[in-house]
Structure formats: structure tokens, C-alpha cells
């Protein structure tokens, strides 16, 4: 059972451009992670929020809990080639077992 | 410092065969998850162990699967027997139990086919 829903799937943009991803569910969680993962490798956390209406930037990154902590969107501002990934949410309810999202697949053309 | 070492890296096998997948846990790390990853499915939740203890096995598919945490420094999970529909990539993550949330790192994956 898929708990958390991604959008899009798939999305490729020119580098220079703004992106938006999103994660829903229909459950609440303590905590919501994203993750990227490129090809061959393992995913690697980029962020944690854990506060309803929390907003985290990492550098071109932006990070936001919805109010009601069951979404999150990923904000990427200029993206550039080196962004190219797989971005995966995951979200726990309690403790420290998490449910991944279906995934987004953005690919940044130069 | 060394991350979470996934062995064998790759794995080729036949139909019926058995398969072991190996885990090394970031050290002082307590909880340990293996995960399955595949373009239908997307990364699933297999099992995870806490203190060596197995937690939540409900991800596991079937009684072909079986996991197990001998000592706080390595996991393994097997398949026996293995079929076609098994082939997927395998990870394996560790990390702190603390007060929930913690970091997730993962493995570089073992990538699975079965003939």
C-alpha cells in the first residue's frame, strides 16, 4: 500500500528553471524526510521536518510540511544538471520506520 | 568513515536458487531496515530491526524471505527459493532509534536478477 503519492513522476526542465515537487497522503505523520538518489547508489537524506507549516531551505532547495503534516513540497530554484535524481519523500508516523513515497524522477538539461 | 557495506554487490542467479544478502551497519548505529526497489513498486519496507531484535516484518513477501541480525554488526537476508519476480535492488540502511526521524543511511544496494 502505497501511503504517499508523488507528483510528477517523471519531470525534465532545462537548466535554469524553477521546479516543484510534491508529496500527499491522506495520513498524518511526526516526521517527513526527502531523500535523492542517482543511479547506482543508495538514497541519501537531503532534509527532515517535523513541524506542521515548518519551511527548511538548503541552499536552491526549499523545503515545506503543509499545516496539517500530511504533505510536503520540494522547491528547487535554478536548477542545475548536478540536481538530476531520483527525490523520494518518506514520512513516519512514530519511531523511526518510514514510508516511502512513490518517487520523482527529474532530469536537468543543460 | 566507513557507510553501510552491502555484499555482494551484484547477483545473477537461477530460479530456485538460494540467495544471501549481506549488511554491515554503520557502527554505534541500532537500527538496521532492508528495503527492496523496484520501477512497479518503488522502495519497500522489507523488515527492520532495532537492538538486533526484528521489529516489523510485515513488508517481508513470503516465507521465502527470512532476516536476521546475529550481532550488531551484521544482517543478512536470504531468499530460498528464489523466483524471476525477486529481482529487484536490495538496500539495506541503518541508523540511530533516538526519539524517531532519525537519519537513514543507506547502502549502495545489491542488485538482484534471477533467471
Known amino acids: 500500500t502505497q501511503l504517499l503519492e508523488q507528483s510528477p513522476q517523471f519531470l525534465s526542465i532545462q537548466e535554469g528553471e524553477n521546479l516543484t515537487v510534491y508529496c500527499n497522503s491522506s495520513?498524518?505523520?511526526?516526521?517527513l524526510q526527502w531523500y535523492r538518489q542517482e543511479p547506482g547508489e543508495g538514497p541519501v537524506l537531503l532534509v527532515t521536518?517535523?513541524?506542521?507549516?515548518e519551511v527548511k531551505k538548503l541552499k536552491r532547495l526549499t523545503f515545506q510540511f503543509g499545516d496539517a503534516r500530511k504533505d510536503s513540497s520540494l522547491h528547487i530554484t535554478a536548477a542545475q544538471p548536478g540536481d538530476t535524481g531520483l527525490y523520494l519523500c518518506a514520512g513516519a508516523h512514530t519511531g523511526n520506520q518510514f514510508y516511502f513515497g512513490t518517487g520523482t524522477s527529474l532530469t536537468v538539461i543543460p | 568513515d566507513a557507510g553501510v557495506i552491502q555484499s555482494p554487490r551484484h547477483e545473477v542467479t537461477e530460479m530456485g536458487q538460494e540467495v544471501t544478502l549481506r549488511c554491515k551497519p554503520i557502527?554505534?548505529?541500532?537500527?538496521l531496515f532492508w528495503y527492496r526497489q523496484t520501477m512497479m513498486r518503488g522502495l519497500e519496507l522489507l523488515i527492520y530491526f532495532n537492538n538486533n531484535v526484528p521489529i516489523d516484518d510485515s513488508g517481508m513477501p513470503e516465507d521465502r524471505f527470512s532476516a536476521k541480525m546475529p550481532n550488531a554488526s551484521f544482517s543478512t537476508l536470504k531468499i530460498q527459493p528464489s523466483e524471476p519476480r525477486d529481482s529487484a535492488v536490495y538496500f539495506c540502511?541503518?541508523?540511530?532509534?533516538?526519539?524517531?526521524?532519525?537519519?537513514?543511511?543507506f547502502g549502495p544496494g545489491t542488485r538482484l536478477l534471477v533467471l
Open positions: 540502511a541503518s541508523s540511530l532509534i533516538a526519539g524517531g526521524g532519525e537519519t537513514q543511511y
Open positions: 521536518v517535523v513541524t506542521g507549516g
Open positions: 495520513s498524518v505523520f511526526s516526521s
Open positions: 557502527s554505534g548505529h541500532n537500527s
